[in-house]
Structures are given as C-alpha cells and as structure tokens.
C-alpha cells in the first residue's frame, strides 16, 4: 500500500471518532452542525412578553419497500436513527459501481470493531434506492449488495414501485433542485448522497464520487449522532 493509500485510509478510520471527541467537548453551537433543509412552515408565539419563532422542517415521507434479503422494510422501521440515502442501479456501467464502494468505505469507517472503542454503528444506516427496480429484484440486489460485502443489517438496498422511489427522490428529498439542471424525471442517475437525521429532516447533499465531499459527510453523520436530545445527552459509545 503507497503512502497516500495509508494516509487516507488512516483519515477514513479516525475522522469520525476525532469529530467525536470535537462535539462532545464544545457544545452544539461551537461546531458546525449540517443546516436544516426545507421549512415547511414558521410558527410564532409570545412567551414572557418576548416573540419566539420556531421553524418546521420538511420531513421526509415514510416509504414502504423491499431489501435485499427479500423483506419488506419502511423507512419508520430506522426510528432514531441517522440515515444515508444514494440511487443506483447494479447494471450501471458507470458512477454506480465507485458510489458503492465509497459507500462502502464510509460504512467501514464507522465500523464498531469488539475489540475497540469504535463508533456505535446503530446510530446509521445506509439506504441504497435502485432506480431500476424493474430489473433490480431482491434476488438481483443481493447478489450486488454481496459482490460488494454490504452489511445487511445497517445497509439496504431497496426495490419496490418505481413511482414510489421517484416520488420519494424527487419530491422527498428533492434531487432535483440539486444537481444543477436537475435530473431526468422518467430515469433519476444521481451521484449525490444525502443525509438525513433521526427526524428524516435533510441536512446535507455530497458528492459520492468526491473524496473531500465524503469526509465532509463522515463528519456530518458524527455530528448527527452527537446532536443533543432536549432531554438527555445521546451515548455514541457503546460499553
């Protein structure tokens, strides 16, 4: 392995536990936290003769489908967890295959190993859409999903009715507005990853083919997962 491999490999293991470390010392407001995405209203009341807004962000809609393993799963199934979209199709000749594997390496970044105080992985999980479920079947997404040595458990790859998956990646999470000149609506071929947070608010769109745009989501997902409860502080860290 050349040095810049290690070096970066090295970064790919340590970063997020270093963000770890950096949230958990500062408070919220001295770090910078991935924004919120989408208001779908503000509302406003009076509380001590003072006015206090409160901003209500777009949530994104609950889905029903299909996982590699052939079960049906939904999207409320992930309840408090920090989620990692991206859209692919597993007969792409193209961005797919290097959006699979830079997947891949985040979740191995993140990887809780028995033997060291690594990052709790329940706080995550992955979701990969195919925007071809008619060819891309469970059967089909699991023979993918292996070739690439997906962890089945906090990775899914998901099939089920088209519109459903178009509708939830263009109207949901809005694709559109972020790529430019927008996507094809009949045939979505989209190299950004999106993060969501335990609310399935959006905070963040990356370059799943950019390695500075992937240590920039790393550092997010960390941050998520540190983002305090109003009622008690979350533990990252398993025991």
Not at 84 to 103: E, G, Q, R
Request: with cysteine.
């Amino acid at each position: 392995m050349n040095k810049s491999a290690l070096l970066g490999l090295c970064l790919a293991i340590l970063l997020p536990v270093v963000c770890y470390f950096i949230v958990d010392h500062f408070s919220e407001n001295a770090v910078p936290m991935p924004p919120r995405y989408y208001p779908d209203s503000v509302i406003s009341k009076v509380e001590g003769g003072k006015e206090i807004t409160d901003t209500i962000w777009h949530k994104a809609a609950d889905v029903k489908l299909v996982n590699q393993l052939g079960d049906s799963v939904s999207l409320s199934d992930l309840k408090g967890k920090v989620i990692v979209a991206d859209f692919f199709f597993t007969h792409c000749p193209s961005i797919c295959p290097t959006l699979t594997k830079n997947m891949k390496k985040l979740q191995s970044s993140l990887k809780l190993k028995d033997d060291t105080k690594m990052i709790d992985t329940t706080f995550v999980q992955f979701v990969s859409f195919t925007v071809d479920p008619q060819r891309d079947s469970a059967e089909q997404l699991k023979r993918y999903a292996d070739r690439f040595g997906v962890n089945h458990d906090v990775w899914w790859m998901l099939t089920g009715n088209k519109k459903t998956i178009y509708d939830f990646a263009l109207n949901e999470l809005k694709l559109g507005l972020q790529d430019g000149e927008g996507v094809d609506s009949n045939f979505i071929h989209s190299q950004k990853m999106v993060l969501l947070d335990k609310d399935r608010v959006v905070r963040g769109y990356y370059d799943g083919l950019d390695s500075a745009s992937m240590e920039k989501l790393a550092e997010g997902i960390v941050f998520l997962m540190l983002e305090k409860d109003k009622k008690k502080k979350r533990n990252l860290f398993r025991k």
